[in-house]
Structure formats: structure tokens, C-alpha cells
């Protein structure tokens, strides 16, 4: 699977949005991009994932770019309870899942 | 959504003693499933993964005989912690792959600390 990278922290003023950038720049056609958080001492959960196309559900937005190479995590109207570390993940569906550094976001009021 | 068990939730042992771990896919079936450890702030790393039925796959550096996995059902693994020590004392948490949709759930994670 692809290499990723994120920054290592991050800060977001509550209520707005937050932004979360993933480089992978070896991304290959068959793979998705995949976001997770971890808030502390608890199981990874998952956020959205995608292919090419933009996506959003209920928690989240993720923006592709045309070329693939990057993409961005957005949180609309962070709340404290968004605080976590947030893993971009690039992958196949049926391979395992390995987890970076990702980025610790810190949403303060 | 899909719902990844694990129990107990935190256990503290004395060094030398064994623990075991479950994971429980609840809602769906599990063909696959992974063992994760993860120390304090530190990433994820991938200890193993399980397949119904055979033996489970050990990431480098991982003593097979020191984490004993069994996955007996398309629903339950287990990680047995052999002679726990200290330096064991970790956060583990296992995933699960759906059967039908290859997609991965995880469960909630156990403190393990051994004293």
C-alpha cells in the first residue's frame, strides 16, 4: 500500500472548520483513501473513505485531488469532541490496514 | 455500523501469568482478523493477522509463541499473552474484516498491565 503523510499536529478554533491534509503521492489506481480517528484510549473509528471522487457523509467531508496525489479530511464545525488523532490511510480493500503517525488535532474553544 | 467486541476492556496481571484477550465480530462474519498493540503515544502497529481455521500471520519482531492467536469461528479471535511482563503492558486492539464487504472494523481496544 501507499505511503502517507501528515502533518504531525495540528489546531482548529471550535466551531470552524478543520482542514486535514494527506499526501500520497505513490497512490495507485486500485487503491482508496481511507480516514480514521483515534480520540485517547479508545478503538480507531472510522471516518469516510474514497476512490477519485469526492465524498461526504455525516461526519465529514474528503476532497480527492484530480491527479490523486493528496487529499483532505474536512470537519465542518469542529467541536471539542473532535480532538484526536486522525490517520489517513492509503489501501486496497482487502489488504490489512497500517496505521501512520497522522496528525493530532487539537480543537480549542 | 458494523460492531467490533473486545473483553475484558482493561486487566491487570502479575508478571508470569497469562491473559487472554477476545474479539467479536457482533453483526457480521469475519473471515480475517488483526491484532494490533499500540504503546503510549505511539501509532497503531500490526501484530498478526488471523484466518478462520489456520494459523495467524506474525509481523516481524513478534514472538508467535509469546502471542498465542486462535481463531476458531467466523465471529471470535483471541490473543493469549504467554508469561506476561511488564514490558507487555500495552493498549491492544483487534480488527475485523467483513466477510462481504472486505471493509475493517475495529473493536474498542484492552489495557493490558502487567506488574
Known amino acids: 500500500d501507499a505511503k502517507t503523510t501528515q502533518p504531525t499536529s495540528m489546531d482548529c478554533a471550535e466551531g470552524r472548520a478543520a482542514n486535514l491534509p494527506c499526501n500520497h503521492s505513490?497512490?495507485?489506481?486500485?487503491?482508496?483513501v481511507y480516514w480514521y480517528r483515534q480520540i485517547h484510549s479508545q478503538g480507531p473509528q472510522y471516518i469516510i473513505h474514497g476512490l477519485k471522487n469526492n465524498e461526504t457523509n455525516e461526519m465529514a467531508s474528503l476532497i480527492i485531488t484530480e491527479d490523486r496525489k493528496s487529499s483532505t479530511l474536512i470537519l465542518p464545525h469542529a467541536t471539542l469532541r473532535d480532538t484526536a488523532v486522525y490517520y489517513c490511510?492509503?489501501?486496497?480493500?482487502?489488504?490489512?490496514?497500517?496505521f501512520g503517525a497522522g496528525t493530532r488535532l487539537t480543537v480549542k474553544p | 455500523g458494523a460492531v467490533v467486541s473486545q473483553h475484558p476492556s482493561r486487566v491487570i496481571c502479575k508478571s508470569g501469568t497469562s491473559v487472554k484477550i477476545e474479539c467479536r465480530s457482533l453483526d457480521f462474519q469475519a473471515t480475517t482478523m488483526f491484532w494490533y498493540r499500540q504503546f503510549p503515544k505511539q501509532s497503531l502497529m500490526l501484530m498478526a493477522t488471523s484466518n478462520e481455521g489456520s494459523k495467524a500471520t506474525y509481523e516481524q519482531g513478534v514472538e508467535k509463541d509469546k502471542f498465542l492467536i486462535n481463531h476458531a469461528s467466523l465471529t471470535l479471535s483471541t490473543l493469549t499473552v504467554t508469561s506476561a511482563h511488564p514490558e507487555d503492558s500495552s493498549f491492544y486492539i483487534c480488527s475485523a474484516r467483513d466477510i462481504r464487504s472486505y471493509e475493517q472494523y475495529f473493536g474498542p481496544g484492552t489495557r493490558l498491565t502487567v506488574t
Open positions: 505513490t497512490i495507485s489506481g486500485n487503491e482508496y
Open positions: 490511510i492509503v489501501r486496497v480493500p482487502n489488504n490489512d490496514m497500517r
